[in-house]
């Protein structure tokens, strides 16, 4: 069984602050790395994907990614309030037999005003 | 386009209803996914088409029929479910491959009475 862990929190930080999520998966064959963000009832929104090891930004948003730990993680800058939401992270795998996003069981983050 | 529809937002069904969950796009993608999401977890994988052809099966029960007529629509199929039926169903494309992401509808919020 391929599996994606993540704390499932609720991690609560201070508005402006920096929010750390993190995951680790355990399918060596998956390549591509994507994080969508849900809010209470809504359907996932994808905010970042990565490819390779290092960083990747995107305005407030940072993805890392350590193949070799198969280790990804998502640090938001200057966390507001409206960021708060379940963040769940999705490693797709390039297994001929399952070719499909495996989601973590998310992380909720509570950004505090 | 960039959008993923799903009809309708809601619906409550008896034991012994049928009823059909609609998806459409218009990005030209050529993969279609329904997911399952159920409170406080993450989505789960049903069925994958690839190219209008079922490419995984989830061990779905029989009770999830789905059917993809062309390239931008995806249907699922109720028939006889049970009150733990009840959910967000959701539908999503992507690119041929998925290691884009996906790209999620809104969801039908499905209750079984």
């Known amino acids: 069984q391929k599996e994606v862990e993540q704390n499932s929190g609720p991690l609560s930080v201070p508005e402006g602050a920096i929010a750390s999520l993190n995951c680790t998966y355990s399918d060596r064959g998956s390549q591509s790395f994507f994080w969508y963000r849900q809010y209470s009832g809504k359907s996932p929104e994808l905010i970042m994907s990565i490819y390779s090891n290092g960083d990747k930004e995107d305005g407030r948003f940072t993805a890392q990614l350590n193949k070799a730990s198969q280790y990804v993680s998502l640090l938001i800058r200057d966390s507001q309030p409206s960021d708060s939401a379940t963040y769940l992270c999705a490693p797709y795998s390039m297994d001929t037999g399952r070719r499909a996003l495996t989601f973590g069981s998310g992380t909720r983050l509570q950004v505090q005003p | 386009d960039t959008e993923v529809t799903q009809t309708p937002k809601h619906l409550v069904m008896g034991m012994t209803n049928k009823k059909s969950l609609k998806c459409e796009q218009h990005m030209g993608h050529r993969a279609m996914y329904w997911y399952k999401q159920k409170a406080k977890k993450p989505p789960e994988l049903m069925f994958v088409?690839?190219?209008?052809?079922?490419?995984i099966n989830e061990s779905v029960p029989s009770r999830f029929s789905p059917e993809c007529p062309n390239s931008s629509l995806l249907n699922l199929h109720l028939h006889a479910l049970q009150p733990e039926d009840s959910a967000l169903y959701l539908c999503?494309?992507?690119?041929?491959?998925?290691?884009?992401?996906?790209?999620f509808g809104s969801g039908t919020r499905l209750t079984v009475v």
């Open positions: 088409y690839s190219y209008e052809k079922l490419s």
């Open positions: 999503a494309s992507s690119r041929q491959g998925g290691d884009y992401g996906y790209t």
